[in-house]
């Protein structure tokens, strides 16, 4: 429109000029040449060069004619007039008017079809009415372009709206060029007005029409593009140029061979030349291997050349191929699938559309056999009418289902199949058809069989044991306790999510790295069992000694997959073990103990009866000091293996009256060196603390006992104090430290016997446990009071002996009584034979020695003349001195025999001998009496004789049966009745 537009232009500026030289009315000759311009430029375009060269040439012919015949003014005239009227009926066809703007008033002047335009009839109109008319929005455009062609002299063309007289709005084309006059001023501007509503309204429509169209071809789903007949891209949509991978810019106007080769090389050149040259439809699937994409083509020839139609079907083929691989799939899957019709019509059964391989190799029924027959030929006497019915109920509601049921083969055999059947449903969600997959799982149901009469077993035996039985699926961590876990140690509702935590969790923390890390080692390793013992914890709270061991299921490569086992209570079995082993420890350390205390009681022996000797006989008062500290050591020594043999527990208790206060004195210097130098020893004794009657060593055992638990409490140091008190009718010792101090639970364990806090090899649990056994058995009691981190206070309560019930304190006249009787002495060991026979002979006897029993006898046998045979009890050779003393009864019956032994077993030794053993290391004093006291009972014994006249034998007899312990003997035989309830196992 442009194009034309300057066209018509410069034909206008060629007719005005015409007309300003020749013609007289120059208004006429403007608005002639002003219409016939417009009227050019608004027709068609193709017919708009053929109207601008005529109307041009004859106006030119026109005025050309003026020019050369001047003379002939009418003729000119005649013309002129005929030219405005072809110039009206244009303007009226083509709705086109004529208009000056006479400058510089801006007077305005309109032709009458432009009046026409505007809908309005008059003569005159101002400028400022004539751009009044033009509507709101254009008013200002048209005022710049007018201003702008005044000013500068270039034409304008521009479409735009009015508003007519009548209020319609309508679409106008106004043209203004500029007029100059003989000076080349800008004298008026002048140009038409166009009508072109209808034109407006009528390509609105057609760009509708196209912009709809292209919308269409731009939304189909296919793509489309056109090639003209020279292979040439004339037209593509978007669908084309994403599929293509390719813009239409880059396109456009191209040929098609050369922008895709692959195509002009294949299967699309032949189809799409074939249907130009035989004019029919081409329509082909192709892969086009560089867009890696399968493609539908349709191909449509025309006069101008093909239309082409395509789409991606590269999921559809996919689709299809795997829709292909799916139905060869379920042809040979081991599991069988069913297709039926799904009917509404009562009576009418669901016919089987289709079977797969697998439910002909399990039922024996073919496709000639199933095809078009219900699924009920399956069903058989034995399966079961509920689940029938169910699956009826299921696929009447539209419903899957999953169900196991027993149905028989064509030969009438039975099987069992895990089947799911779901419907097929339309758009309308109605059933059209029901598909049956599953799998024969007879060989399952016959394993669940054997399984429930396995486990069936399994729980027969769980209940007859005491282990806690435990089955964990190691996949999944869920483990299976029985009723023991909640009977043995107190676990009621047991977890079985996650159990393997669980269990994991009830370990005790210092055993619970091992124990894991041991059971992941053996399920991760090649293990076949697992064993471990550890500290299980209870539902109370306590930890019980445990043996927990399993057998591992692993499945065909080794992996590990299940473990059964059981966990048992192995605490009290271990407290007994542990018992039995310190009681062997025990007895062991006792023999070793005896043995030492024995041969040291020989040494000691020698030398109590060596100190003793030389205090009475040395004269010089510093050599008597000496002998007399001399004799006071190896009294503590002798009391030392008494300690050593109660240790060894071969020493009777000895029950004799002290006091308490002397004995913890007489302790303090040892009791100072068994605390150390960094613990200060505090004696804060009572003096109405009294006397008691209680054993001298078991007394000061038990405080050692005490000294050494509360040292150990104090690994820094610190204090330990013994004080003692009266309260009311006891006399009390309390021994305290400031130590750790125990908990409530330790507290009510501290007297059970092996119970310790110590580490391991620290303590054997026994120290306390015997303190409150001979507490108990001198008829005392036991107190502990303690608080962690604040300390232990123990408190010994005996019972206090009141004044009256003191012995008074007996002093001897420091004469030993002698005699000259003769004495045979037995002793292993040549020192203390020696001293032995020493001894005897400062005391007045006649000596003979015998190194052994065997040696006693034949002396006894050759030179029987004897008074008094002094044997030791343990020697070397087949008979020791209690067998030689039971010989010498029997064949010298009035032949008295003291007895003597290192390991202080008095008790036992007085159960079978008449007279009063003695003890190891013995003094002077003591032999001296044991020997008239066994001497002056034989001599009664002979008076008793002699006055009834009876044989020896008969008077030996007698003798036996009427003979007493002296009242000396009987206070140190005197037996201890032990408390069964208190008295502590070792």
Known sequence: MQRESTIAGK?????????????????????LAGGISAFVVAWLPTSAWFWVVGATLIVAWRLRQDVALPRDIRRASHDLHRNRALLEIAGKTAKLGGWVVHLPDRRLEWSDETWAIHERTGETVTFEEGLGYFAPEWRGEIVRQFESCVATGLAFDTEVEIIAGTGRRKWVRSIGVA????MGRISRIQGALQDIDERKRLEKTAGDLERRFADSMENISDAFFQLDTSWRFTYLNHQAERLLERSRSALLGCLIWPEFPEASSGIVRQHYERAVREGRTADFEVFYESLDAWFSVTAYPGPTGLTVYFRDITKRRAADQQLHLLEMAISRIEDFVIITTATSEPGHAHAIVYINDAFVRITGYSQEDSIGRSPGLLQGNRTDIATIKKMDRAIAQTKPIHVELLNYTKDGREYWADMSIAPIVNSDGKATHYVATGRDITERKRAEERLAESEERFAIVAKMTTDAIWDWDIATGRVHWNSNIASVFGHNDVPVEDGFREWEAKLHPDDRARVVSSVLTAINGRAETWREEFRFRRGAGTYAEVLDQGHIIRN????????VGGVRDITETRLNEAKRLQAQRLEAIGQLTGGVAHDFNNLLTVIIGTAETLVDEIADPRLSALAQLNHRASRQGAALTCQLLTFAGRQPLEPATLSINSSIRD?????????????ILDLELDPAAGHVRADAAQLEASIMNLCINAHDAMPKGGKVTISTARNANDAVVRVSDEGFGMDSETRAKAFEPFFTTKPFGKGSGLGLSVVYGFVRQSGGRIEIASEPENGTTVSLYFPRLAPTDIPAETFSNG???????????????PMVGEFAAATLISLGYSVTSAADASEALQILETDGSFDLVFSDVVMPGPIDGRAMASKIAAQYPNLPVVLTTGYADIERISATSRFRPLAKPYTRRQVAEALREAIGASRAIDELFIAHGLTKRRLHSTAQLSVKPSPARLSLMEPIHHDPETAVKE
């Not at 020749?22 to 608005?31: I, N, Q």
């Not at 007029?179 to 003989?182: E, G, N, Q, T, Y």
């Not at 302790?667 to 613990?679: D, H, Q, R």
């Open 815 to 829: 004469v030993l009584d002698g005699g000259s009787e003769r004495v045979l002495v037995v002793e292993d060991d």
């Open 179 to 182: 007029i100059r006059d003989d």
């Open 11 to 31: 034909g206008f500026r060629t007719l005005v000029t015409g007309f300003r030289h020749c013609a007289t009315d120059r208004l006429s000759a403007g608005l």
């Open 667 to 679: 302790m303090e210097g040892l009791l100072s060196a068994a605390l150390g130098e960094t613990i």
């Open 556 to 563: 065909s490569i080794g992996k590990a997959t299940r473990m």
